[in-house]
Every structure is written in structure tokens, then in C-alpha cells.
């Protein structure tokens, strides 16, 4: 068996390889034209270990079609396991080796690749989504400019058709003209793909959650076997507040922020529909509201939120209105 551990970079890669039965080691500063060259002369079985990284793509399918096993590791972990200040390609190299042969190597989860074109699906529209929303600002600055304020009311269909009769020539008609990105077609394509995702299906029958923010939740947990309680999920999502405590005292911050930005976006607007149409979320939405910041309650009911539909996938119960748990001992809902 050869194991190896892989420094990669876009324009090459440091490997360090041993060979558990003759015991040799090997290192080598791979291009990509010499890397297929590589993997393809090693025979019996090969694990590759590296840091979970962009622009891999490639590397990941040269691997499968060559028969080897690909382990992509945390890099904030494998940092923190190396103690010396000295940072090179050749130690990152046998750092990754050294963690694989010693059974310490922090292996994530990879999605395959038909979950990773539905999640580019995801952001491409989330991505156009935020463009209309900078377009739709700047249309009610033109609309201030002319002496017009409607604010929200513009968007409606009366604003809409005194936005389309402005006297504007140019550039300035053309920017009206280009209101809406084609983001219906996604639309349609998310929602075909949650109709085939049953995870999607059973998170929608919760009230404020629709197929975008249900197939989002489902594509970026994955598998839920791997979060053994909600508070992980929490964490994964980045939903969970910084902390710096010590000596007794404690001190937690704003939320850390260290998960997938998308999925916490849209369970934030998630939320703000589930807080109008669940009496329980809508209770401590107001609560929170008069004592903090609506922006503050709005990351809360999103963090329940997550809970609720963590809970939801576990158990493969679909919603029910009455209290929900919190707790793995708990049914989903109790009547």
C-alpha cells in the first residue's frame, strides 16, 4: 500500500509518498502534466491525503479514474498540529504524510459531484439575487433624482409602471431597462431539484421554508449522521457565538461566521417568514426585538431554525404546529 501526502497549489504540487511494504520513501514537486504521469504508474492500492482546498477538481477525478482513494483533511486542524514556526511545501508534504500513516488525519466529508453542480446552482442564483438588489437601489436613487420617492412601494405594480414611464435617455434608460437578471429560469431549476431531494421535501412542510433555503440546507449538511447533536449544526452553519472565555469569567460575541455563508443567508430570510407564521418563533423574535436589535432576533430565530429542521431530518418527522424540542430524547413534536 502507498500512502501519500499531497502539498497542492493550482501550478503544481509537493508530494511525499512511502510505501508501507518496502518501506521506501519518495518526494517530488509534481506540475499537473507530470502528476498524471505519476499516479499513473502506481500500482496496488494508494490513499492520497491533503488539505480541503479550491481548484481540485481536476486533481479529484484523475484519482477516481485511476482507482486511488482521496482523503481531503481540515486545513485549520492540520495546521494546528504542527508546531514549528518553519512553513515549506516540503514539511506541509510530510506533515499530511505523517498524519495519515499515524491515523490522525482530520478527514471531512466531500460532496459528490452532482451535489456540488446543485450547490453552484445555489450560489449562482444567490450571487444574481444580490446583484437585483444593487440594481433595485440604485433605480431608487434614479427615482429620487426625478423627484419621485416611493420607497418599498416602487416595487410595486403601480411603482413599477411610474418607474417605466420616467423620461430617461442613454445609459440611465438602460439601467432601467436591465432591472431583472434571469433569475426566474433558476427558480424553476431549484425547484425541480428539490422536488427529487426528499430531505428538501421534508423540510418544506415547515411553515416559512421554501425549496431554496430546505435544498440549500440539505446540500450543505449533506449527510446528517455526521452532526451528533444540534449544537454541531449550529457550529457547521456558523450560527453559534464567538467566545473568549477564561478564569471564570465568560464572554461570548457576535455569532462566528464560519460556515457556509449562503446557507446562513438564507436561513436568516428563512427565519424572518417563519417568525410571521409560527406563534412560538414570533414570541421570542419580539422579545429579543425590544431588548437587543430585530437584526439581533433575526440570527436567533435563524438559529432555531436550524434546530427545528436539524431535528426534523433526524428523526424523518415532517413539521407538526405545536411545540417543537430542542432535545435528542424529544420527539420532533408533541401534541
Known sequence: MKIIGCDFHPGFQQVAMVDTETGEHTEKRLTPEEAAQFYKQLQGPVVVGMEACGNTLWLERLLAQFGHTLWLGDAGKIRAMEVRKQKTDRRDAELLLQLLIEGRFPRLWVPNLEQRDLRQLLLHRHKLV??????????????????????????????????????????????????EPKIGELDVAVEQAAKKDA??????????????????????LGQIERFAHSRKVVSYLGLNPSEHSSGGRQRLGSISKQGNAMSRSLLVEAAQSAARLVPELKRAYQRLKHRKHSAVAKVMVARKLAVRLYWMWKMQQPYAATRMQGSPTGPVAER
Do not use: C, D, Y
Not at 199 to 220: C, D, K, R, W
Open 130 to 179: 444580490g446583484m437585483r438588489s444593487q440594481v433595485k437601489n440604485q433605480l431608487q436613487h434614479l427615482a429620487l433624482n426625478q423627484g419621485i420617492q416611493r420607497k418599498w412601494k416602487l416595487w410595486s405594480r403601480a411603482g413599477r409602471k411610474l418607474l417605466e414611464e420616467l423620461p430617461l435617455s442613454g445609459w440611465t434608460a438602460r439601467r432601467r431597462e436591465e432591472l
Open 199 to 220: 430531505v428538501a421535501q421534508l423540510l418544506q412542510t415547515h411553515p416559512g421554508v421554501g425549496p431554496i433555503t430546505a435544498l440549500a440546507f440539505s446540500l450543505t
